[in-house]
Protein backbone atom coordinates (compact mmCIF):
# COMPACT_ATOMS: atom_id res chain seq x y z
CA UNK A 1 0.00 0.00 0.00
CA UNK A 2 1.57 2.81 -1.25
CA UNK A 3 1.81 5.87 1.30
CA UNK A 4 0.24 9.45 1.14
CA UNK A 5 3.01 12.24 0.89
CA UNK A 6 3.65 14.43 3.56
CA UNK A 7 2.63 17.82 3.57
CA UNK A 8 6.56 19.03 3.22
CA UNK A 9 6.66 16.25 0.08
CA UNK A 10 3.57 17.85 -0.93
CA UNK A 11 4.68 21.18 -0.76
CA UNK A 12 8.02 20.22 -2.99
CA UNK A 13 5.94 18.20 -5.36
CA UNK A 14 3.74 21.53 -5.74
CA UNK A 15 6.71 23.96 -5.75
CA UNK A 16 8.27 21.51 -8.86
CA UNK A 17 4.77 21.59 -10.87
CA UNK A 18 4.41 25.14 -10.59
CA UNK A 19 8.07 25.83 -11.80
CA UNK A 20 7.29 23.26 -14.80
CA UNK A 21 4.31 25.15 -15.09
CA UNK A 22 4.92 28.88 -15.07
CA UNK A 23 5.32 30.92 -18.23
CA UNK A 24 9.24 32.08 -17.16
CA UNK A 25 11.45 29.85 -18.86
CA UNK A 26 14.09 28.71 -16.24
CA UNK A 27 11.89 28.81 -12.89
CA UNK A 28 13.39 25.19 -12.60
CA UNK A 29 16.58 22.85 -13.56
CA UNK A 30 17.06 19.56 -14.55
CA UNK A 31 18.49 19.11 -11.07
CA UNK A 32 15.63 20.03 -9.38
CA UNK A 33 13.63 17.09 -11.03
CA UNK A 34 16.41 14.51 -11.39
CA UNK A 35 16.69 14.13 -7.88
CA UNK A 36 13.50 12.76 -7.29
CA UNK A 37 12.78 9.29 -6.08
CA UNK A 38 10.60 6.72 -7.64
CA UNK A 39 8.13 7.35 -5.03
CA UNK A 40 7.99 11.25 -5.81
CA UNK A 41 7.41 10.70 -9.63
CA UNK A 42 4.14 8.82 -8.47
CA UNK A 43 3.57 11.44 -6.44
CA UNK A 44 4.07 14.39 -8.90
CA UNK A 45 1.81 12.37 -11.75
CA UNK A 46 -0.93 11.92 -9.39
CA UNK A 47 -0.71 16.31 -8.16
CA UNK A 48 -0.82 16.94 -12.13
CA UNK A 49 -3.90 14.76 -12.85
CA UNK A 50 -5.57 16.11 -10.24
CA UNK A 51 -4.86 19.52 -11.20
CA UNK A 52 -6.38 18.34 -14.69
CA UNK A 53 -2.70 20.08 -16.39
CA UNK A 54 -1.05 16.73 -17.06
CA UNK A 55 -1.24 17.33 -21.15
CA UNK A 56 0.33 21.15 -20.44
CA UNK A 57 2.84 19.82 -18.60
CA UNK A 58 4.31 17.35 -20.93
CA UNK A 59 4.38 20.08 -23.15
CA UNK A 60 6.60 22.28 -21.07
CA UNK A 61 9.05 19.43 -20.09
CA UNK A 62 9.73 19.13 -23.92
CA UNK A 63 9.69 22.29 -24.93
CA UNK A 64 12.43 23.66 -21.93
CA UNK A 65 14.35 20.44 -22.35
CA UNK A 66 13.15 19.07 -18.95
CA UNK A 67 12.27 15.78 -19.99
CA UNK A 68 16.00 14.30 -20.26
CA UNK A 69 15.53 14.24 -16.35
CA UNK A 70 12.09 12.73 -16.46
CA UNK A 71 11.76 8.58 -15.97
CA UNK A 72 10.44 7.46 -19.26
CA UNK A 73 7.89 5.72 -17.74
CA UNK A 74 6.86 9.06 -16.75
CA UNK A 75 6.93 10.71 -20.16
CA UNK A 76 5.36 8.34 -21.47
CA UNK A 77 2.62 8.34 -18.97
CA UNK A 78 2.33 12.08 -19.54
CA UNK A 79 2.26 11.44 -23.58
CA UNK A 80 -0.41 8.73 -23.25
CA UNK A 81 -2.69 11.41 -21.73
CA UNK A 82 -1.97 13.88 -24.50
CA UNK A 83 -2.46 12.22 -26.92
CA UNK A 84 -5.72 10.46 -25.71
CA UNK A 85 -6.87 14.54 -25.16
CA UNK A 86 -6.10 15.52 -28.67
CA UNK A 87 -8.37 12.10 -30.03
CA UNK A 88 -10.49 13.46 -27.88
CA UNK A 89 -10.48 17.15 -28.36
CA UNK A 90 -11.04 16.83 -31.94
CA UNK A 91 -14.22 14.56 -31.85
CA UNK A 92 -15.70 17.01 -29.81
CA UNK A 93 -14.72 19.57 -32.25
CA UNK A 94 -16.52 17.24 -35.06
CA UNK A 95 -19.61 17.33 -33.11
CA UNK A 96 -19.97 20.87 -31.91
CA UNK A 97 -18.90 22.09 -35.80
CA UNK A 98 -22.00 19.61 -36.47
CA UNK A 99 -24.07 21.26 -33.86
CA UNK A 100 -23.01 24.97 -35.18
CA UNK A 101 -24.17 24.11 -38.81
CA UNK A 102 -27.18 22.89 -38.14
CA UNK A 103 -27.99 26.18 -35.97
CA UNK A 104 -26.78 28.26 -38.62
CA UNK A 105 -29.14 26.78 -41.74
CA UNK A 106 -31.99 27.96 -39.12
CA UNK A 107 -30.19 31.21 -39.01
CA UNK A 108 -29.27 30.58 -35.05
CA UNK A 109 -25.79 31.97 -33.72
CA UNK A 110 -23.82 30.15 -31.44
CA UNK A 111 -20.84 31.09 -29.33
CA UNK A 112 -18.47 28.49 -28.51
CA UNK A 113 -17.03 28.46 -24.33
CA UNK A 114 -14.55 27.94 -22.26
CA UNK A 115 -12.31 24.61 -23.09
CA UNK A 116 -13.51 23.96 -26.11
CA UNK A 117 -12.96 27.50 -27.20
CA UNK A 118 -9.80 27.57 -25.60
CA UNK A 119 -8.31 24.35 -27.23
CA UNK A 120 -9.01 25.96 -30.77
CA UNK A 121 -7.90 29.72 -30.42
CA UNK A 122 -5.95 29.93 -27.26
CA UNK A 123 -3.79 26.68 -27.03
CA UNK A 124 -4.05 26.51 -30.59
CA UNK A 125 -3.21 22.69 -30.10
CA UNK A 126 -6.75 20.07 -29.28
CA UNK A 127 -4.32 17.77 -27.33
CA UNK A 128 -3.46 20.81 -24.54
CA UNK A 129 -6.65 20.79 -22.83
CA UNK A 130 -8.09 18.81 -21.15
CA UNK A 131 -12.22 19.12 -20.65
CA UNK A 132 -15.06 16.95 -19.76
CA UNK A 133 -17.96 18.17 -22.06
CA UNK A 134 -18.74 20.93 -24.65
CA UNK A 135 -20.09 24.32 -23.31
CA UNK A 136 -21.79 26.44 -25.77
CA UNK A 137 -23.59 29.54 -25.60
CA UNK A 138 -27.14 30.48 -27.60
CA UNK A 139 -29.56 33.17 -27.10
CA UNK A 140 -32.34 32.42 -24.75
CA UNK A 141 -34.95 32.24 -27.82
CA UNK A 142 -33.01 29.92 -29.29
CA UNK A 143 -32.78 27.41 -26.45
CA UNK A 144 -35.63 25.49 -28.19
CA UNK A 145 -34.22 25.10 -31.44
CA UNK A 146 -30.57 23.88 -29.61
CA UNK A 147 -32.48 21.13 -27.73
CA UNK A 148 -34.59 20.07 -30.75
CA UNK A 149 -31.16 19.61 -32.91
CA UNK A 150 -29.53 17.92 -30.16
CA UNK A 151 -32.40 15.65 -29.66
CA UNK A 152 -31.80 14.40 -33.68
CA UNK A 153 -28.32 13.44 -32.87
CA UNK A 154 -29.24 11.39 -30.41
CA UNK A 155 -28.54 13.58 -27.17
CA UNK A 156 -30.35 13.16 -24.38
CA UNK A 157 -31.25 15.12 -21.11
CA UNK A 158 -29.80 13.87 -17.54
CA UNK A 159 -33.46 15.32 -16.62
CA UNK A 160 -36.39 16.74 -17.67
CA UNK A 161 -36.00 19.66 -19.58
CA UNK A 162 -38.21 22.77 -19.08
CA UNK A 163 -37.14 25.70 -20.94
CA UNK A 164 -38.75 28.23 -17.97
CA UNK A 165 -37.71 26.63 -15.47
CA UNK A 166 -34.13 25.94 -16.21
CA UNK A 167 -33.52 29.62 -17.24
CA UNK A 168 -34.73 30.86 -13.83
CA UNK A 169 -32.72 28.44 -11.94
CA UNK A 170 -29.64 27.96 -13.61
CA UNK A 171 -27.42 29.20 -16.76
CA UNK A 172 -27.51 26.78 -18.76
CA UNK A 173 -29.88 23.82 -19.31
CA UNK A 174 -29.71 20.00 -18.27
CA UNK A 175 -26.43 18.31 -19.93
CA UNK A 176 -27.06 16.40 -23.12
CA UNK A 177 -24.96 13.08 -23.11
CA UNK A 178 -24.87 10.79 -26.46
CA UNK A 179 -22.96 7.64 -25.94
CA UNK A 180 -19.04 7.83 -26.62
CA UNK A 181 -19.31 11.58 -27.36
CA UNK A 182 -19.03 14.67 -25.02
CA UNK A 183 -22.21 16.01 -23.23
CA UNK A 184 -23.17 19.18 -24.20
CA UNK A 185 -24.55 22.08 -21.60
CA UNK A 186 -26.05 24.80 -23.61
CA UNK A 187 -25.80 28.16 -21.88
CA UNK A 188 -28.14 30.92 -22.50
CA UNK A 189 -26.34 33.04 -20.10
CA UNK A 190 -23.14 33.12 -18.14
CA UNK A 191 -24.51 33.77 -14.73
CA UNK A 192 -27.97 32.60 -12.88
CA UNK A 193 -30.49 35.48 -12.41
CA UNK A 194 -30.64 37.29 -9.71
CA UNK A 195 -27.15 36.55 -8.46
CA UNK A 196 -24.96 39.60 -7.15
CA UNK A 197 -22.99 39.04 -10.31
CA UNK A 198 -25.73 38.41 -12.80
CA UNK A 199 -24.57 40.27 -16.31
CA UNK A 200 -27.00 41.57 -19.24
CA UNK A 201 -25.87 38.45 -21.54
CA UNK A 202 -27.08 40.98 -24.46
CA UNK A 203 -23.57 43.01 -24.26
CA UNK A 204 -21.65 39.84 -24.80
CA UNK A 205 -23.42 39.19 -28.38
CA UNK A 206 -22.14 42.57 -29.82
CA UNK A 207 -18.74 41.80 -29.42
CA UNK A 208 -18.04 38.50 -30.14
CA UNK A 209 -14.99 37.44 -32.67
CA UNK A 210 -16.08 34.87 -35.34
CA UNK A 211 -14.00 31.69 -36.06
CA UNK A 212 -14.48 28.07 -37.77
CA UNK A 213 -14.24 24.89 -37.31
CA UNK A 214 -14.02 22.65 -40.61
CA UNK A 215 -16.49 23.78 -42.57
CA UNK A 216 -18.68 25.29 -39.72
CA UNK A 217 -18.61 29.21 -38.81
CA UNK A 218 -19.03 29.83 -35.37
CA UNK A 219 -17.87 32.28 -32.49
CA UNK A 220 -16.06 33.02 -29.43
CA UNK A 221 -16.27 36.24 -26.87
CA UNK A 222 -14.43 39.23 -27.30
CA UNK A 223 -10.51 38.21 -25.48
CA UNK A 224 -12.07 40.88 -22.45
CA UNK A 225 -14.81 39.01 -22.16
CA UNK A 226 -13.38 35.92 -22.13
CA UNK A 227 -10.52 36.92 -19.55
CA UNK A 228 -13.49 37.78 -17.16
CA UNK A 229 -15.32 34.97 -17.72
CA UNK A 230 -12.59 32.57 -17.11
CA UNK A 231 -12.32 34.26 -13.85
CA UNK A 232 -16.02 34.33 -12.97
CA UNK A 233 -16.22 30.80 -13.80
CA UNK A 234 -13.40 29.52 -11.39
CA UNK A 235 -13.45 31.86 -8.63
CA UNK A 236 -17.77 32.65 -8.19
CA UNK A 237 -18.96 30.05 -9.60
CA UNK A 238 -16.46 27.33 -8.69
CA UNK A 239 -14.17 28.87 -5.50
CA UNK A 240 -11.35 27.49 -7.34
CA UNK A 241 -12.02 23.97 -6.90
CA UNK A 242 -10.64 23.45 -10.25
CA UNK A 243 -6.79 23.67 -9.18
CA UNK A 244 -4.23 25.46 -11.16
CA UNK A 245 -5.85 24.38 -14.85
CA UNK A 246 -7.94 27.92 -14.56
CA UNK A 247 -4.76 29.97 -13.44
CA UNK A 248 -2.93 28.05 -16.73
CA UNK A 249 -6.39 29.05 -19.06
CA UNK A 250 -5.74 32.52 -17.86
CA UNK A 251 -1.97 33.10 -18.21
CA UNK A 252 -2.14 31.38 -21.80
CA UNK A 253 -4.99 33.86 -23.05
CA UNK A 254 -3.14 36.81 -21.25
CA UNK A 255 -0.09 35.41 -23.74
CA UNK A 256 -2.38 34.67 -26.76
CA UNK A 257 -4.04 38.29 -26.86
CA UNK A 258 -1.06 40.46 -25.19
CA UNK A 259 -1.19 43.88 -26.75
CA UNK A 260 -4.83 43.51 -28.18
CA UNK A 261 -6.08 42.92 -24.91
CA UNK A 262 -7.08 46.24 -23.29
CA UNK A 263 -6.72 46.11 -19.79
CA UNK A 264 -8.40 49.23 -19.14
CA UNK A 265 -11.68 47.55 -20.72
CA UNK A 266 -10.90 44.76 -18.31
CA UNK A 267 -11.14 46.62 -14.94
CA UNK A 268 -13.99 48.77 -16.27
CA UNK A 269 -16.43 45.72 -16.92
CA UNK A 270 -15.10 44.10 -13.84
CA UNK A 271 -16.58 46.80 -11.65
CA UNK A 272 -19.28 47.71 -13.81
CA UNK A 273 -20.33 43.99 -13.61
CA UNK A 274 -19.38 44.04 -9.50
CA UNK A 275 -16.63 40.96 -10.42
CA UNK A 276 -13.42 42.61 -9.58
CA UNK A 277 -13.41 40.69 -6.34
CA UNK A 278 -13.62 37.28 -7.95
CA UNK A 279 -11.72 39.01 -10.75
CA UNK A 280 -8.91 40.36 -8.85
CA UNK A 281 -8.47 36.82 -6.58
CA UNK A 282 -8.05 34.98 -10.19
CA UNK A 283 -5.66 37.10 -11.78
CA UNK A 284 -3.68 37.84 -8.86
CA UNK A 285 -3.12 33.64 -8.47
CA UNK A 286 -2.52 33.19 -12.07
CA UNK A 287 -0.06 35.92 -11.70
CA UNK A 288 1.33 34.51 -8.64
CA UNK A 289 1.45 30.59 -9.44
CA UNK A 290 1.84 30.67 -13.34
CA UNK A 291 3.32 33.67 -13.97
CA UNK A 292 0.25 35.27 -16.16
CA UNK A 293 1.35 38.60 -17.41
CA UNK A 294 -0.81 40.63 -15.07
CA UNK A 295 0.66 44.22 -13.70
CA UNK A 296 0.27 45.54 -10.48
CA UNK A 297 -1.37 48.69 -11.56
CA UNK A 298 -4.48 46.42 -13.10
CA UNK A 299 -4.21 44.49 -10.02
CA UNK A 300 -4.23 47.46 -7.43
CA UNK A 301 -7.04 49.16 -10.21
CA UNK A 302 -9.65 45.93 -9.10
CA UNK A 303 -7.98 44.77 -5.39
CA UNK A 304 -11.47 46.00 -3.04
CA UNK A 305 -9.81 47.69 0.34
CA UNK A 306 -11.75 45.67 2.08
CA UNK A 307 -10.87 42.01 0.45
CA UNK A 308 -9.03 40.51 3.42
CA UNK A 309 -5.41 38.56 2.73
CA UNK A 310 -6.88 35.54 4.37
CA UNK A 311 -9.02 35.60 1.49
CA UNK A 312 -6.12 35.12 -1.08
CA UNK A 313 -4.89 32.39 1.41
CA UNK A 314 -8.30 30.32 1.52
CA UNK A 315 -8.44 30.73 -1.97
CA UNK A 316 -4.93 29.65 -3.14
CA UNK A 317 -5.12 26.35 -0.54
CA UNK A 318 -8.57 25.71 -2.16
CA UNK A 319 -6.17 24.95 -5.20
CA UNK A 320 -4.45 22.16 -3.51
CA UNK A 321 -6.31 20.61 -1.42
CA UNK A 322 -10.10 18.54 -1.97
CA UNK A 323 -12.15 19.33 -4.50
CA UNK A 324 -14.89 20.83 -2.53
CA UNK A 325 -16.54 24.06 -1.56
CA UNK A 326 -14.92 25.82 0.70
CA UNK A 327 -16.90 25.66 4.48
CA UNK A 328 -14.78 28.85 5.30
CA UNK A 329 -17.40 30.68 5.68
CA UNK A 330 -15.63 33.93 7.38
CA UNK A 331 -12.76 34.36 4.91
CA UNK A 332 -15.38 34.04 2.12
CA UNK A 333 -18.00 36.04 3.44
CA UNK A 334 -15.49 39.12 1.82
CA UNK A 335 -15.39 37.74 -1.35
CA UNK A 336 -18.61 37.58 -2.29
CA UNK A 337 -19.76 40.87 -4.95
CA UNK A 338 -21.41 44.26 -3.02
Known amino acids: MKRSPTALEEAKLIELLLGCLHWEAGRIRLDDLAGLSEEEWDGFLALAAEQRIRPLLYQRLIERGLDAAVPERVLAALWDVQRQTALRTMGYQTELAALAMELAAQDVPLIALKGIWLARAIYGNPALREMNDIDVLVRREHLSVAMDILSQRGHTPTQEVDIEIDTATSQHLPRFIKSGVAGFEVHWSLCRLNQPYSIDTGELWERVVPAQIGRASLSGLAPEDLLLHLCLHTSYQHQFIFGLR ?24 AQRWRWER ?35 ATARSQLFTEKAFSTETRPWSSFRPN
Open 246 to 269: PSCDIAAVIERYGAELDWAVVVER
Open 278 to 312: GVYLALRLAADLVGAAVTESVLSALRPADLSETVL
